[in-house]
T-cell receptor
């Protein structure tokens, strides 16, 4: 069974701190995406990574794809209250159906 | 471009009833996927339609069905509703042209079964 695991499941930190969220699998991804979801809304795509070792930056957010394309991380620098939300990673495995599989998510709370 | 729209946004039904949810994808997108989101199970894939054909299916009972029309709009139907079907139902559209196409989500339909 192919699983996509995110950690931590919950994270509560103070504004200004840094944090990292992880997304891991035992299988190789063809691509991996990160989404953020706010209460009452659908997930919004943040980034797609495709190449092993790839690093993408979106303002204070840094996304990294593992060299072997089995894992990814999201690092937020100097977190702000507006970063609060549910962060989801989603991947399509090379060996598998075309559908996208989502992790359970990391619920992030940034306290003022 | 207009985003993905879902109707209705909120719905309250009783056990045993059936419900139909609607999704209009982004113009030009041929793939529509449906997901169920609950606090305990997270985001779970129901099915995907591409050019009016079901291309992928998740592990849900046959009470959950869907269809896609020639204009790419999609509907999802749940028959014989159970309390456990209470959830946020999300629709997402994509170009669907390659594996792992980026998904663009609608705001969801919040279904409550009493």
């Amino acid at each position: 069974t192919q699983l996509l695991e995110q950690s931590p499941q919950f994270l509560s930190i103070q504004e200004g701190e840094n944090l990292t969220v992880y997304c891991n699998s035992s299988s190789v991804f063809s691509s991996l995406q990160w989404y953020r979801q706010e209460p009452g809304e659908g997930p919004v795509l943040l980034v797609t990574v495709v190449t092993g070792g790839e690093v993408k930056k979106l303002k204070r957010l840094t996304f990294q794809f593992g060299d072997a394309r089995k894992d990814s991380s999201l690092h937020i620098t100097a977190a702000q209250t507006g970063d609060t939300g549910l962060y989801l990673c989603a991947g399509a495995w090379i060996q598998g159906a075309q559908k996208l599989v989502f992790g359970q998510g990391t619920r992030l709370t940034i306290n003022p | 471009k207009a985003g993905v729209t879902q109707t209705p946004r909120y719905l309250i039904k009783t056990r045993g009833q059936q419900v139909t949810l609607s999704c209009s994808p982004i113009s030009g997108h041929r793939s529509v996927s449906w997901y169920q989101q609950t606090p305990g199970q997270g985001l779970q894939f129901l099915f995907e339609y591409f050019s009016e054909t079901q291309r992928n299916k998740g592990n849900f009972p046959g009470r959950f069905s869907g269809r896609q029309f020639s204009n790419s709009r999609s509907e999802m139907n749940v028959s014989t509703l159970e309390l456990g079907d209470s959830a946020l139902y999300l629709c997402a559209s994509s170009s669907g042209q390659f594996k792992g196409s980026e998904q663009y989500f609608g705001p969801g339909t919040r279904l409550t079964v009493t």
